[in-house]
């Protein structure tokens, strides 16, 4: 429409006061749970261009001077129930696309489907994560009890 309701625009004034300081904690959480997973042996990749070893990371140095709490990681290769038990059972992490909100988010991408340019070959499940504002240490306790569920369901 041409006008803007007068409570979303007080919804807007109240959320740009602590803008700045939630999206610094998206940037550490999410730089955080990054380097967490590129340590995990369930995880193949991680695709966040913060990160010293990401192929972006030159250009990424060069032309920003923060990140938010969007990554992806590539999953090393498991069945679609191992990942379903990884998945279903996350209690902070929500599944969805509302990236840049208060909550932790993942879903699983397919972009083999959507690649146009150049052709995309990761052999594992690739699952798009956005940090929110919990707990660092609450959200990899989430994480590892997925990746012993994604385990159990893979013996």
Wanted: glycine residues 10%.
């Amino acid at each position: 429409g041409q006008c803007v309701a007068p409570d979303d625009v007080y919804l807007e004034l109240r959320g740009i006061r602590t803008l700045s300081v939630r999206l610094e904690r998206h940037m550490k959480t999410g730089i955080a749970l990054a380097q967490w997973l590129a340590k995990r042996p369930e995880v193949k990749r991680v695709l966040h261009p913060a990160l010293p070893d990401d192929p972006g990371h030159e250009i990424w140095k060069r032309d920003f001077t923060g990140a938010c709490g969007l990554f992806s990681a590539e999953l090393a290769p498991c069945s679609e129930k191992a990942l379903a038990a990884f998945l279903d059972g996350l209690e902070l992490f929500g599944m969805g696309y509302s990236w840049g909100g208060f909550e932790s988010l993942v879903i699983p991408q397919y972009p083999k489907k959507m690649r146009t340019a150049t052709e995309w070959n990761a052999e594992g499940q690739i699952l798009r994560f956005h940090a929110g504002l919990e707990d660092i240490g609450d959200l990899v306790a989430d994480l590892e009890s997925g990746f012993a569920r994604l385990h159990a369901a893979e013996s």
